[in-house]
């Protein structure tokens, strides 16, 4: 393992690291102006009220999913995306189907016993029959923001965007960056060894050399 791949590993690093401080640098930044953002809105809003966890809605839902996937030559690669939820009413209707239509065969036994012994109508078997066929719903996930109002101030829209820059684009290159430099850290200690075994069988080769040259003299 020669010096000349050792010194590329560093350099790589070293635009690994340039480029992690440049983003730590940056992650702070937006966070710092995201809490003052939130605090300027807190000072211009009306008396009583502030923008906070205590107006947050129940029903919260995450807004973006984050997706990892492995690659054999980055290691690692990660993709952002918009949420989308089931409507929860909607679930709950379907399992009741799925019930419905494992006990329809039972149900249409029971009718037609029924019909041949009382003479019923055929009431029961229509109700049994009655499809009740829907579709999966899907509801995007509205702006946060709405809770507050429909005319939000423009300070807490910016603390959204820092927000959303943080965590859409600062903090997963961030993650990315690292988990490549503590590879590299790997690759680095791994060819100092490789080198360190090198020059130790070479200097006993040397060594072996020299002794046998010494005992023929």
Not at 80 to 87: G, K, S
Not at 117 to 138: F, H, I, R
Not at 196 to 201: F, G, N, P, R, T
């Amino acid at each position: 393992m020669d010096q000349s791949h050792i010194d590329a590993l560093l350099g790589r690093y070293l635009l690994l690291l340039d480029e992690y401080t440049q983003l730590r640098d940056r992650l702070a930044k937006l966070q710092s102006n995201v809490f003052y953002q939130l605090a300027r809105a807190n000072f211009e809003t009306q008396r009583g009220f502030r923008y906070g966890s205590d107006q947050y809605d129940a029903r919260m839902k995450a807004s973006r999913q984050l997706q990892i996937f492995e690659d054999a030559e980055d290691g690692m690669t990660w993709q952002i995306r918009d949420a989308v939820h089931e409507a929860e009413p909607e679930t709950k209707e379907e399992e009741h189907e799925e019930e419905g239509e494992e006990a329809a065969s039972h149900d249409d036994k029971l009718a037609e016993e029924l019909e041949e012994k009382l003479g019923l109508s055929d009431n029961s078997e229509a109700e049994s029959e009655e499809p009740a066929p829907q579709a999966e719903q899907q509801r995007k996930i509205g702006d946060p923001l709405r809770w507050y109002g429909l005319f939000p101030p423009a300070s807490l829209r910016t603390a959204q965007s820092a927000s959303i820059e943080a965590v859409q684009e600062v903090i997963p290159r961030l993650v990315t960056v690292d988990v490549k430099m503590q590879q590299l850290e790997i690759e680095i200690r791994r060819a100092r060894k490789k080198r360190a075994k090198a020059e130790e069988k070479k200097s006993k080769v040397e060594a072996t050399e020299s002794a046998a040259v010494g005992a023929s003299v």
